[in-house]
């Protein structure tokens, strides 16, 4: 992420994150096709064909450009709102466990401990498996080892974890640790929980469709490549660099969309998933710090 206090030239000229290694090759045979149709003009060939330029006019490949700029955004905003999501709804769910259910003895304080942390897995969950990687040592921490290796049998972890933590709730209200309309408070935000990890799986199973990509694609570079025949007349020489910095402009603005229509990965401009994750663990481990909950405790034995 972008700190928005940087110096304005230095973040202009930042090439870590940017799309510029990318479209590189795309703007570079771009640019030396300009170059050669400018030595074949040189040459005194017929190349200057400014009737070229009604072929695939500016404003329909910019159009074209802007709407799959803003759908891919608004797939990275969604996605952005249900991790949003995740977060308040973990806090929620936490603080109520921590608040309202009864603790008996000690086993039941450390039972609920472990609740909580399993609030944790599920957000780590969720993340390794939109990113379609297998459960690994970060949830080794959050749950038990018999846990730990029940989820690396499951196809989709996040929803196990949701299950025990159902099953937490139930046994709660079981033993009279919560009451009914307690417990129904919980499920709701468990509830929630799952609708942001199918919120998230829709938007990352549903890609945009190939038929735009490839006529996208297509018309950029049927633009890219008429250009020097357009400009060779007025430009001569110069045709081969304003040719390679029109195409950078046009293909760097269609990678950042292919870049952020998935914003679950690792990339520099994807969500910052690890970090959401790292914060909900501190929030969970500092409620589970609250003295608030020990005095309740000895205040009960």
Excluded at 32 to 53: A, E, R, T
Excluded at 65 to 71: A, G
């Amino acid at each position: 992420m972008i700190d928005q206090k940087r110096p304005w030239f230095k973040t202009a000229l930042q090439f870590r994150g940017s799309v510029i290694p990318l479209i590189l090759p795309r703007v570079l045979v771009c640019g030396g096709f300009g170059v050669l149709i400018s030595l074949l003009h040189f040459l005194k060939l017929p190349v200057s064909l400014p009737i070229l330029s009604s072929i695939v006019p500016s404003i329909v490949l910019g159009l074209l450009l802007v709407f799959r700029t803003n759908t891919a955004y608004e797939r990275f905003w969604e996605g952005r709102k249900f991790w949003g999501g995740v977060v308040n709804n973990v806090r929620n769910l936490a603080r109520q466990i921590w608040v309202a259910i009864d603790e008996k003895d000690q086993d039941d304080f450390i039972a609920k401990k472990s609740a909580l942390r399993l609030l944790v897995a599920f957000a780590v969950a969720m993340k390794l498996h939109l990113r379609q990687e297998s459960v690994n040592s970060e949830l080794e921490s959050l749950i038990s080892p018999s846990q730990y290796e029940k989820l690396k049998s499951m196809n989709n972890p996040p929803i196990e974890v949701a299950f025990w933590i159902g099953d937490y709730l139930n046994t709660q209200y079981d033993r009279n640790c919560v009451d009914v309309y307690q417990l129904t408070a919980m499920n709701q935000l468990l509830n929630s929980l799952i609708d942001c990890l199918g919120g998230c799986e829709r938007i990352l199973r549903t890609p945009i469709p190939l038929a735009y990509a490839i006529h996208l694609k297509q018309l950029l570079l049927l633009y890219s490549l008429a250009l020097p025949f357009q400009m060779v007349k007025d430009l001569s020489w110069g045709t081969g660099p304003v040719v390679a910095l029109i195409s950078f402009t046009l293909f760097g603005i269609e990678e950042i969309g292919l870049e952020i229509e998935n914003p679950f990965g690792h990339d520099t401009n994807d969500l910052p998933l690890d970090n959401i994750c790292a914060t909900m663990h501190r929030n969970i481990e500092d409620l589970i710090s609250l003295s608030p909950s020990v005095h309740s405790r000895a205040e009960k034995q």
